[in-house]
């Protein structure tokens, strides 16, 4: 009976902190108007996840102090990451041929997946240049992480359809934990040293 006992309360507890890291997202993200929020409250939430048996209180504090050292030099990196975007989504309305137009969702697959790496290895002091091109030469010397991240997000957009609901409470910091889990492999360890 016990064992059954701690797993329940395993598990709520698990349950009860993604909602509460879900909300601090959603609260701080909103913070920022929503378009400067986005980058410093997911760059918050990785570092969050990254720290171990933090209280609410402790992760609060973390996610606040994370989220306002970042949050001009992130809202910079939104704007780059958010050009190359536009940029390279245009080309889906400009171009007529299908070949070209998967090249085109290959391309901004790219972008998506080098700007996980960019969240992963992200740090304030090093310039914001130095860490897109960092992110971009990342996405090729990963290529198994970048299947893990691809998984994930096709999982999120699967649950995003069927369980919306619970894809609001749960979605981001469920992806982003198992995301950090991947960052937290052997390869990765050995390009931060």
Known sequence: MNVILSRYVFITQKIYWFAYLQMLWMLFTLLGLVIFG????????FT???EKDLSTGEAFRTFRNAFASSFVKLNGAAIVFG?????????????????????????????????IHFFQYFETKKPLVYQIKRAFSVVWVLPKNNVGYLVIFILLLLAISFIPAISFFFGISVAVFFIVKIGESEENQRLKA
């Open 38 to 45: 986005g980058f410093p409250a997911t760059h918050a939430l």
């Open 83 to 115: 050009f190359m975007f536009i940029l390279i989504s245009t080309n889906l309305l400009i171009l007529q041929s299908i070949y070209m137009k998967y090249l085109v969702m290959g391309m901004l697959g790219l972008i998506f997946i080098s700007m």
């Open 48 to 50: 969050v996840l990254r």
